[in-house]
C-alpha cells in the first residue's frame, strides 16, 4: 500500500491538535455550569428553610388574629373544642376573691369549694393568727376591722393575699388594705326566718333565754324578744336581730332602724361592692352563675351532698304564730329587706343567662353532682369514674383523691392550703427559726432578770 502524502500527515495532526483541547474545554464549562447550578439550588434550599418558617407562621397568626376578631357565636351553640366549649373564651378564673362567710346559711359548705378551688390554683389566704381566745372559723368575727396583721405570717405574705374565707364582717375599706388590687367580694344570704331557727338552736340560745324543757322555745323568744335581749352578756351582736345584715357590712349603728329608706340605700351601696351574692334556696343555680361570672371550670364547683352541721331538733320546726312572725319580721326588717334585695338581683342575672342554655347547665350540674355523689358514697374499690368532656368542663375522672376532697371540711382544708402556702414559699423554718431565736432570747431574758430579783430578795 502506497503511503500517504506528508501534508496529509501534519494537516490531522494540527486537527487533533486543535479539537481535541477545544472538546475537553467544552466540557470543563459543562461541568462548571453543573456545579454552579448545583449549588445555586443548594443556596436556594438554605434560604427558603430559613426564611419559609416564619412567613408562614406569620401568616397562620394572622389568620388566626383575623379569625379571633370575628364575632363571638351564642353560646347556647357552641362546640367542642379540645374538651372546652366557647365558654372558655370569658378568659382565666378569677383567683382573686374574699367570701364573706354568714353563719348558717351552707357557708361551710361553699367555704369548702372555694378552699378546695384555692389549694389547686396555689392561692394565698389570709389564715388566722393562733391567738389566744380564738374558736372556731373564725378570722376576726365580729369586730368590723381587719389589718394584714390578723393574718398569720403577715410580714412574709402580706403583700401577696388575695384569698379570704373565714368568718369576718364585711368591710369593703379595710379588705382592700388587706387584699391584692382587684380583689372580688362573694356573699351568701339565707331567706330570714329559716336561718333563724337555725342560728337559735345551733347556738343552744334557748339554755340563755330559758329553760331547756320548753317545747317552743323560739315561739317563747319571739314573744318578748326585748325582754331576752336583755340577758344577753355581750350585747355587740345579737344573733337574732339582722344578723346577716350586720355580717355582710350594713352599718352597726343602724342595724336598729325601721326605717325603710334608710335601709334600701345602705343596701344599694353594699350591692355595688359585691361581685355576687348566692341565695341558698337556690343554691346549685347560684353556683352555675357564679362559674360562669368567675370563668370556672364546673369541676370548680362540686361540692359533697353531705350537710355540715346538720341539725335534728324537731323543736327547730315548730311553727310560729302570727304574733310571732309579726315580732320576727320587726327585729329582722333589715335581714328580710336585704335577702328579697339580693334575691331580685340573682334572679336578674338567671334571667340574663337564661339564654345562654343556663337552665340545661343546671339540670346537667345536679345530675352530674348526683353522680359523683353516689360514686362517692359507695366503696371505693371499683374503677374510677370517667366523666367525658361537656359544654361546661374538662373530662375529668371521680376516684378516692377527689372524693376525699369533696368530704373534707372547710377547717382541714385551711390547714392544708396554709401547710402549701409556707412549704411553697419555703418560709416556714425560716420563720419558726426566727420565732424561735426571739422566744428563746425573751425567756433568757426573763429567767436573768427572775435571778436578779430573787437575789435582791435574799436574805
Known amino acids: 500500500m502506497r ?137 376576726t368575727f365580729p369586730s368590723t376591722e381587719i389589718y394584714k396583721s390578723n393574718c398569720s405570717r403577715w410580714n412574709v405574705l402580706g403583700d401577696h393575699y388575695n384569698f379570704i374565707v373565714h368568718h369576718t364582717v364585711f368591710n369593703k375599706t379595710a379588705m382592700d388594705g388587706v387584699m391584692v388590687p382587684g380583689t372580688k367580694y362573694i356573699g351568701i344570704l339565707r331567706e330570714p326566718q329559716s336561718h333563724s331557727r337555725s342560728v337559735f ?21 319571739l314573744d318578748t324578744p326585748e325582754y331576752y335581749e336583755t340577758l344577753v352578756r355581750d350585747r355587740r351582736v345579737l344573733r337574732e336581730r339582722n344578723f346577716q345584715a350586720f355580717v355582710m357590712g350594713f352599718p352597726p349603728h343602724m342595724l336598729r332602724t325601721q326605717d325603710t329608706e334608710v335601709m334600701d340605700k345602705a343596701i344599694r351601696q353594699l350591692n355595688e361592692s359585691y361581685t355576687f351574692v348566692i341565695i341558698t334556696e337556690y343554691y346549685e343555680e347560684s353556683l352555675v352563675i357564679f362559674r360562669r361570672k368567675f370563668c370556672w371550670d364546673m369541676y370548680d364547683i362540686l361540692h359533697s351532698a353531705k350537710k355540715i352541721h346538720e341539725q335534728h331538733d324537731p323543736r327547730k320546726s315548730i311553727p310560729l304564730t302570727h304574733a310571732q312572725l309579726q315580732n320576727h319580721h320587726r327585729i329582722n326588717a333589715i335581714d328580710y329587706r336585704m335577702y328579697d334585695f339580693f334575691n331580685m338581683t340573682f334572679w336578674e342575672n338567671v334571667r340574663e343567662e337564661t339564654g345562654r342554655g343556663f337552665w340545661k347547665e343546671v339540670a346537667y350540674f345536679k345530675e352530674l353532682l348526683e353522680r359523683v355523689n353516689t360514686y362517692c358514697s359507695t366503696e371505693q374499690n371499683e374503677s374510677p369514674l370517667a366523666v367525658p368532656a361537656s359544654k361546661w368542663h374538662k373530662p375529668f375522672f371521680v376516684d378516692h383523691t377527689l372524693c376525699a376532697g369533696l368530704g373534707r371540711s372547710p377547717r382541714k382544708w385551711a390547714d392544708k392550703l396554709f401547710d402549701q402556702m409556707t412549704g411553697r414559699d419555703k418560709i416556714w423554718k425560716k420563720i419558726n427559726v426566727t420565732e424561735n431565736k426571739s422566744v428563746d432570747q425573751s425567756q433568757s431574758g426573763n429567767e436573768t432578770s427572775a435571778a436578779i430579783e430573787i437575789g435582791n430578795n435574799s436574805p
Request: net charge positive; charged share 20%; proline share 4%.
Open 201 to 221: 338552736f345551733y347556738h343552744n340560745h334557748y339554755r340563755i333565754f330559758m329553760k331547756q324543757e320548753h317545747t317552743n322555745p323560739l315561739g317563747e323568744f
Open 3 to 139: 503511503n500517504k502524502p506528508r501534508w496529509q500527515k501534519n494537516f490531522f495532526c494540527y486537527l487533533l491538535q486543535v479539537l481535541v483541547p477545544s472538546v475537553m474545554e467544552m466540557a470543563a464549562v459543562r461541568r462548571i455550569k453543573a456545579l454552579r447550578l448545583a449549588f445555586l439550588c443548594l443556596l436556594f434550599l438554605v434560604v427558603y428553610v430559613n426564611l419559609a418558617g416564619p412567613i408562614w407562621e406569620n401568616l397562620d397568626l394572622a389568620m388566626l388574629i383575623s379569625y379571633k376578631q370575628q364575632p363571638r357565636q351564642n353560646l347556647s351553640d357552641a362546640v367542642h373544642v379540645l374538651g372546652r366549649s366557647e365558654e372558655s373564651y370569658c378568659g382565666d378564673p378569677v383567683t382573686n376573691f374574699v367570701f364573706i362567710k354568714v353563719h348558717k346559711t351552707g357557708s361551710d359548705s361553699t367555704a369548702a369549694i372555694f378552699l378546695r378551688f384555692a389549694y389547686r390554683h396555689h392561692m394565698v389566704m389570709c389564715y388566722p393568727r393562733r391567738q389566744r381566745g380564738l374558736r372556731g372559723f373564725t378570722l
